[in-house]
């Protein structure tokens, strides 16, 4: 069961990561337990930018833009954990290993992004990320993020 008084709504999350239209990715927050992991949503609509050449006629979400989403929701997690205190810095994804891709996301879709820290180095975290539609897992992939100061 979902806990409610975990979940953020697009607003916070904007307080949080500086990404914006068309670049935010992330949705919804629906639980997460600070300093461990998230479960966040990003819900896929015809009408985003990318399916205007991705493929025309078979729209398909780009496996970059989902593990780019995935990598905005291991952001979420960690400024939540921060508890917002992080302003002054910005977290860049440095590093993917590991991604796989089992099957297509497409408009109409509810992308589930489920991220755990799995190490905490210096100025760096890695994660393991999922994602899901229906229960059935599209992608995963590991994330490492630095952060860097403005």
């Avoid at 008084?5 to 927050?29: A, C, N, T, W």
């Avoid at 399916?51 to 970059?64: A, D, E, I, L």
């Avoid at 400024?79 to 917002?84: F, I, P, T």
Wanted: hydrophobic fraction near 45%; proline fraction near 5%.
């Amino acid at each position: 069961m979902t806990d409610q008084s975990k979940q953020v709504g697009v607003e916070q999350i904007m307080d949080l990561i500086p990404h914006r239209y068309p670049f935010l990715l992330v949705d919804k927050v629906l639980d997460y337990a600070p300093g461990e992991w998230i479960k966040a949503v990003k819900n896929v609509s015809f009408n985003e930018p990318q399916f205007q050449g991705h493929f025309p006629g078979h729209p398909v979400m780009p496996g970059v833009m989902i593990i780019e989403a995935m990598a905005q929701a291991a952001g979420v997690l960690t400024q939540l954990s921060r508890a917002g205190q992080a302003n002054d810095a910005l977290f860049y994804l440095v590093k993917v290993d590991n991604a796989k891709f089992t099957q297509i996301v497409v408009p109409g879709d509810q992308l589930v992004f489920e991220c755990e820290i799995k190490k905490v180095i210096k100025n760096m975290t890695l994660y393991q990320g999922k994602a899901t539609v229906d229960g059935k897992v599209v992608a995963k992939a590991e994330l490492l993020c630095a952060e860097k100061s403005k």
